[in-house]
Nanobody, 114 residues
Framework: VQLVESGGGLVQAGGSLRLSCAASGIRFSISTANWYRQAPGKERELVATITVAGSTNYADSVKGRFTISRDNAKTTVYLQMNSLKPEDTAVYYC?????????WGQGTQVTVSS
């Protein structure tokens, strides 16, 4: 089982990034996919969720700026991040949940400069 994130980097405030998470070894099409983030000294927080049916949910702090999507054929989940703010700086983690099983990626750093 492997979840591999990519797309992180350094961007100026107001800019955009698109994160990708490629899954292998799991039945991705029946998983709920999530993006979490963890800033230095803070707890990991849930940023966005997309269900098997394609329903989405977002943390209040990113609503209207971030969009989660999935491509089951490519077993990949995406996080489009627009209008980035310095407070979005964190390590972003991909997560897939299938019933009682929980899978995590290694994380990708996103740094937003002011």
């Amino acid at each position: 089982v492997q979840l591999v994130e990519s797309g992180g980097g350094l961007v100026q405030a107001g800019g955009s990034l698109r994160l990708s998470c490629a899954a292998s070894g799991i039945r991705f099409s029946i998983s709920t996919a999530n993006w979490y983030r963890q800033a230095p000294g803070k707890e990991r927080e849930l940023v966005a969720t997309i269900t098997v049916a394609g329903s989405t949910n977002y943390a209040d702090s990113v609503k209207g700026r971030f969009t989660i999507s999935r491509d089951n054929a490519k077993t990949t989940v995406y996080l489009q991040m627009n209008s980035l703010k310095p407070e979005d700086t964190a390590v972003y983690y991909c997560n897939a949940k299938i019933t009682l099983w929980d899978y995590w990626g290694q994380g990708t750093q996103v740094t937003v400069s002011s």
